[in-house]
């Protein structure tokens, strides 16, 4: 038996036919000559009505909410049903009979997350994760229209990238090994075959944040370019969310109208942004009465205001003694590094990047200062050997990416089973 997408029910492409569907029972209602029941697939809802007398009454009556079935019967227009067509059903078959489902639209946003294998069934998960695909899709397009190389790097590593204290240490085999925080030192590596590449991967943090924007696993996409400059990576930067946010905005609409998303505020992110420097963000910050002494890092409240102000913005010129081991040096200005954050509203940090250290002195200086063992680094050192060039790279947040751009008030919502502090079940 063939059976159609929902879709092309609600596109208008069926009006008239005998059409068979499957799926789930998403909602149910009955008065005593015919039964109601909105039909869910992957592509949408339709209502679907079974009246007395019909072979599928019984099973119509029988039917539970999220109940797995196919049906058959003729597609009509009804501007009072959802989407404006309706199912008049002559067929029933229940595949798999639900018990009593648990979620009710008066459960918590509390209970949910701990039913989100259920949950993910709901309309607004559902075209969520739509966009998520999306967004990723853009995202692969974007670097290989750039020429970039998509590569794999590895999840068990052996020293940190970024602070040890947000590692997540694990046996391996007789080994101690951490989960990786992010792929960058493995990616400086493969620029010295492929000259730009990047990944899509997952990164652990340890971090006990319990805030809407924190997630212990997350997803990064991260690239790493050889002989390029801080003002090739702000280009690239700002190129490759003009790209996804445009497309999301042309491409999306259907999800957009659904999560009530304005798409005209996606179409109008554009490259350029606006650069500051961190002095400059400090100065602005300051005449705003926050309480800020040079050389602390920004949090979310000043990350916010400075995007309130200049929308999605990049902060660049950090001093050295917040930033990572990895990061380059100014010449001129040795207390400062070549280090960059793009900063956009409601969200804060979406990305941070940087010129990479290349020169290996000053590099085996960077790893002494941070307390770091220069033996646990030998392979990266050896990098800087053999053949060493400047590069940059970036790191970008996929989930903080997806809250931004759908004014979710959640960064759990933007993935299908969060991990957090406190939450690793289901």
């Known amino acids: 038996m063939s059976f159609t997408p929902i879709e092309d029910i609600l596109d208008g492409r069926c009006e008239g036919k005998r059409i068979s569907v499957r799926g789930w029972i998403y909602r149910k209602r009955e008065s005593k000559d015919i039964v109601f029941f909105i039909m869910r697939d992957a592509t949408g809802i339709v209502q679907c009505t079974v009246r007395k007398g019909s072979s599928a009454w019984a099973d119509a009556k029988r039917v539970t909410i999220e109940s797995s079935a196919t049906l058959s019967g003729t597609v009509k227009k009804d501007e009072r049903a959802p989407g404006g067509f309706e199912v008049s059903v002559d067929q029933l078959k229940i595949v798999g009979l639900a018990e009593t489902f648990p979620i009710t639209k008066d459960q918590s946003e509390e209970f949910r997350r701990n039913v989100r294998h259920l949950w993910l069934r709901s309309r607004r998960m559902n075209t969520i994760m739509k966009v998520r695909s999306e967004t990723l899709r853009f995202v692969h397009e974007f670097f290989r229209k750039k020429s970039f190389i998509e590569v794999s790097p590895p999840m068990f590593i052996s020293s940190a990238c970024e602070g040890g204290a947000t590692l997540f240490g694990l046996k391996y085999f007789d080994k101690d090994l951490y989960l990786t925080q992010s792929a960058q030192l493995h990616l400086e590596a493969l620029i010295q075959s492929l000259e730009k590449v990047y990944c899509v991967a997952p990164s652990f943090r340890a971090e006990k944040s319990r805030t809407i924007r924190h997630l212990a696993e997350y997803w990064h996409v991260e690239a790493e370019e050889a002989f390029s400059t801080m003002d090739d990576l702000i280009c690239l930067e700002e190129d490759l969310v003009s790209h996804v946010c445009q497309n999301v905005a042309k491409q999306c609409r259907k999800e957009l109208k659904t999560l009530e998303v304005d798409a005209g505020k996606l179409a109008k992110v554009k490259a350029p942004f606006n650069r500051i420097t961190y002095d400059e963000a400090v100065e602005k910050l300051r005449k705003k009465s926050f309480k800020i002494k040079w050389g602390e890092d920004f949090g979310f409240n000043e990350e916010k205001a400075l995007a309130e102000e200049l929308g ?115």
């Not at 902060?315 to 900063?343: G, H, Q, W």
């Not at 509203?345 to 020169?359: K, V």
């Not at 033996?375 to 590069?391: A, C, F, K, N, S």
């Open 312 to 426: 999605p913005l990049f902060v660049y010129a950090y001093p050295k003694k917040i930033k990572a081991f990895y990061c380059k040096t100014y010449r001129e200005n040795p207390e400062m590094v070549m280090s960059v954050d793009l900063i956009v509203p409601n969200i804060g940090e979406l990305s941070t990047g940087g010129a990479r250290e290349d020169n290996k002195e000053f590099l085996l200086k960077r790893l002494e200062e941070f307390g770091l063992r220069q033996e646990d680094y030998e392979w990266y050192i050896d990098l800087r050997r053999y053949g060493t060039v400047p590069h940059t790279g970036f790191g970008l947040g996929v989930e903080r990416l997806l809250a931004w751009m759908l004014d979710l008030e959640n960064i759990m919502d933007t993935i299908p089973f969060p991990r957090t502090v406190r939450r690793f079940y289901p």
